[in-house]
DNA sequence: TCAGCGGGTTCTAAATTGGAACTTAGCTCG
DNA sequence: CGAGCTAAGTTCCAATTTAGAACCCGCTGA
């Protein structure tokens, strides 16, 4: 299978990991999230090549993710702002943070720690489930054909 | 910065990414939880060829996300399972599908559905915070440096 | 004894990445 | 006036990674 043919897959998996599933993507969101905006700051913070950096910001442009605004003209001079679709990718950066935290802080604790504004402690974000509001185990779960997999396999 | 540095940075995502963020590797453990446990398997299911799917399964069983047991011997058989550090990947995995499910899924809806045995609902999995159970808003959250930073930035 | 299976390895060609140099347009300093 | 600086890229070549197919090995069952 072909990276392009991967958003095609009647798999949500699949079809997120066609938008962010590469080396650098996951980490241009990171910045993205600690309000990063320019070009040259994610080139000069990420360590990632001009050459890439471009290709994968076109990339998440046009998939939505991020919005290039103009912040002046004479001379024009761009940055890139999350969207609602970007913003939402946070539970996966908490995801991946959590895990970090957990299984590779080589003992030392986490490097990063989460203050949540709204109720004012720091905080372990922890899915749930929607109905019970339950920590979530994978061998709790069952996965089963949804809607949109109807014409697939009819 | 190079690929086999990522794991040295004090960044949990980047640790994270370290393991699983490449390619193909997030869709392997996909199919693991779908119960996938055999070479030939994924190699059948996903697509991949043997040669990045053997290197691949090598990272994983290196970083302690895999064990690979025999199933039998004469001749000698292999399957690959997830560890309890596997396990823990479940709450991206969901993340990944619930994104995808949002801004992905051509208007058909979701292609999976998940349903919770321990309380017998279809269910949205939601990352949440562990303090007061709301849902997590980026524009809430404040990262801060925590313990694993001190000694990087002293 | 020979076809088939599970679990790989080896080979070559094509695609992707890293790294450095170059471009473009408008400042700003002397 | 011209030299150098800045932000945001593009271009080029070499090195790495991937895709795809072929091959291998130990064992089994017919």
Redesign the pocket.
């Known amino acids: 299978?072909?990276?392009q043919e991967l958003d095609a897959q009647p798999c949500s998996v699949a079809r997120t990991l066609s938008v962010i599933g590469?080396?650098?993507t996951l980490l241009i969101i990171r910045n993205a999230f600690l309000r990063t905006r320019?070009?040259?700051?994610f080139h000069a913070q990420l360590?990632?090549?001009?050459?890439?950096l471009?290709?994968r910001?076109k990339k998440l442009v046009e998939a939505g993710v991020f919005e290039?605004r103009a912040?002046q003209e004479?001379?024009a001079?761009?940055?890139y702002r999350l969207t609602e679709k970007g913003l939402d990718l946070y539970p996966i950066i908490l995801g991946l943070v959590g895990w970090g935290d957990k299984w590779m802080d080589e003992g030392k604790g986490p490097p990063v720690e989460y203050f949540h504004k709204t109720c004012n402690h720091k905080t372990q974000p922890t899915l749930v489930c929607s109905e019970c509001h339950e920590p979530l185990d994978p061998r709790e779960m069952m996965a089963m054909p949804g809607p949109g997999l109807k014409d697939v396999n009819s």
Chains 1, 2 share one sequence.
């Open positions: 299978m072909k990276w590469d080396r650098w320019r070009f040259d700051d360590g990632i090549t001009k050459h890439v471009s290709s910001l290039k912040y004479k001379p001079r761009y940055e």
